[in-house]
């Protein structure tokens, strides 16, 4: 069994613990250590956008450093606090010391902010533009979240990444064909070998190797290089109509879910403890969840409930979900644990220090 990655290491003797939980129309600036938001003072490329402030965001990924940083990447829409104009910076990075004041350390035009990790040392954060023909994904990497260097391009849209012990595994499109690429060092890359066309979505998950989600199939790796798919279909007797919606890891073993005609709800959820031999039982209470952590005695996870608000749900056995907090924001997209921070992202942020029991906004959507 390879060592728990961070993201999903969790142990109840650790003193505190603060979750955090981010969505869509967040109003900010810029802060180092102090409570509040100021406005951003630019970056060193193109139009630096100083004075300005986010009226809006996307978080899409948040992801923790072993020194207790985070950092959360997405869309961001800024505002001239002055003249109320408006302008798009789709490529956005934010960075936080302590998960309750965040910065914004990076504003791109023209492309998004897909998807960030920590890996030896580093934050990597994936940029590139959405869309049919997207032509290239850039990797950012920076020591510090403030100065960031381009260290690889990838061909195609590459929207998901993941660490295991030592290598990388990303994700994505390439010219309407499914595509992993793997790394050792997040410089150098090279594809992947099997069987991997397929439309790669929420799940590209390290626990006992590498699992991730291919529409009507899993695929499993142990080391990232070499690949073997699981099809729904064929090998665990679902609908031809079966796609993977979302896969996790808790510590022991994989979870997915699965939906697909063949069941009264329509969905399903898969088990396994190495990746590659499967059960399944039935459940319709998952729908709609963007995202799912393991706490060590529950799962978290993170939906919209409605048209206007999110919510951040508790299950002990994925099977009934319980909500405990209603989150009056758009979108709730993803949830981070870490000894002392979990993390979600989406349209604000929402913090708990008591392991999720009453939650708190630090960033209200839209207010300055």
Same mark, same amino acid.
């Given at each position: 069994?390879?060592?728990?990655?961070?993201?999903?290491?969790?142990?109840?003797?650790?003193?505190?613990?603060?979750?955090?939980?981010?969505?869509?129309?967040?109003?900010?600036?810029?802060?180092?250590?102090?409570?509040?938001?100021?406005?951003?003072?630019?970056?060193?490329?193109?139009?630096?956008?100083?004075?300005?402030?986010?009226?809006?965001?996307?978080?899409?990924?948040?992801?923790?450093?072993?020194?207790?940083?985070?950092?959360?990447?997405?869309?961001?829409?800024?505002?001239?606090?002055?003249?109320?104009?408006?302008?798009?910076?789709?490529?956005?990075?934010?960075?936080?010391?302590?998960?309750?004041?965040?910065?914004?350390?990076?504003?791109?035009?023209?492309?998004?902010?897909?998807?960030?990790?920590?890996?030896?040392?580093?934050?990597?954060?994936?940029?590139?533009?959405?869309?049919?023909?997207?032509?290239?994904?850039?990797?950012?990497?920076?020591?510090?979240?403030?100065?960031?260097?381009?260290?690889?391009?990838?061909?195609?849209?590459?929207?998901?990444?993941?660490?295991?012990?030592?290598?990388?595994?990303?994700?994505?499109?390439?010219?309407?064909?499914?595509?992993?690429?793997?790394?050792?060092?997040?410089?150098?890359?090279?594809?992947?070998?099997?069987?991997?066309?397929?439309?790669?979505?929420?799940?590209?998950?390290?626990?006992?190797?590498?699992?991730?989600?291919? !529409?009507?199939?899993?695929?499993? &790796?142990?080391? $990232? /290089?070499? *690949? #073997? +798919?699981?099809?729904?279909?064929?090998? %665990? @007797?679902?609908?031809?109509?079966?796609?993977?919606?979302?896969?996790?890891?808790?510590?022991?073993?994989?979870?997915?879910?699965?939906?697909?005609?063949?069941?009264?709800? !329509?969905?399903?959820?898969?088990? &396994?403890?190495? $990746? /590659?031999? *499967? #059960? +399944?039982?039935?459940?319709?209470?998952? %729908? @709609?969840?963007?995202?799912?952590?393991?706490?060590?005695?529950?799962?978290?996870?993170?939906?919209?409930?409605?048209?206007?608000?999110?919510?951040?749900?508790?299950?002990?056995?994925?099977?009934?979900?319980?909500?405990?907090?209603?989150?009056?924001? #758009?979108?709730?997209?993803?949830?981070?644990?870490?000894?002392?921070?979990?993390?979600?992202?989406?349209?604000?942020?929402?913090?708990?220090?008591?392991?999720?029991?009453?939650?708190?906004?630090?960033?209200?959507?839209?207010?300055?």
């Amino acid at each position: 069994m390879p060592s728990t990655p961070l993201r999903s290491r969790f142990s109840r003797s650790w003193p505190t613990a603060l979750f955090i939980g981010m969505g869509l129309s967040a109003g900010c600036g810029w802060s180092e250590t102090g409570p509040g938001w100021s406005e951003f003072d630019g970056n060193s490329e193109g139009d630096t956008g100083a004075g300005r402030r986010l009226s809006s965001t996307i978080l899409s990924s948040v992801e923790r450093a072993p020194d207790g940083s985070w950092v959360a990447v997405g869309l961001g829409w800024t505002i001239d606090p002055a003249t109320w104009e408006y302008r798009d910076y789709p490529g956005l990075i934010l960075h936080s010391l302590d998960g309750r004041n965040w910065g914004i350390r990076r504003l791109e035009d023209e492309v998004i902010a897909w998807d960030v990790v920590h890996f030896d040392g580093r934050w990597l954060v994936l940029m590139g533009d959405s869309g049919p023909g997207v032509l290239e994904t850039v990797l950012l990497s920076s020591q510090d979240a403030s100065d960031w260097e381009a260290v690889s391009t990838f061909a195609g849209q590459m929207t998901q990444m993941e660490a295991g012990t030592d290598t990388l595994v990303a994700a994505g499109v390439n010219a309407w064909v499914g595509e992993l690429v793997w790394s050792a060092d997040g410089a150098n890359w090279s594809p992947a070998n099997g069987d991997l066309d397929g439309s790669y979505g929420k799940g590209l998950v390290y626990g006992d190797g590498f699992v991730t989600a291919a !529409g009507p199939m899993l695929r499993h &790796s142990v080391d $990232g /290089r070499a *690949w #073997t +798919s699981i099809h729904l279909g064929k090998d %665990l @007797g679902f609908f031809e109509d079966a796609r993977v919606e979302l896969v996790s890891w808790n510590g022991t073993e994989f979870v997915c879910f699965v939906s697909d005609s063949s069941t009264d709800g !329509g969905n399903s959820i898969l088990r &396994s403890s190495n $990746g /590659r031999d *499967w #059960t +399944s039982e039935e459940s319709s209470e998952w %729908l @709609g969840v963007e995202a799912i952590q393991w706490s060590g005695d529950a799962w978290f996870g993170v939906r919209q409930s409605s048209a206007t608000s999110s919510s951040i749900l508790r299950s002990e056995d994925l099977l009934s979900w319980t909500t405990v907090f209603e989150y009056d924001g #758009t979108w709730l997209k993803d949830i981070e644990l870490g000894p002392e921070l979990w993390v979600a992202s989406g349209d604000g942020i929402v913090v708990s220090e008591d392991w999720g029991v009453t939650w708190e906004v630090v960033l209200q959507p839209g207010v300055y």
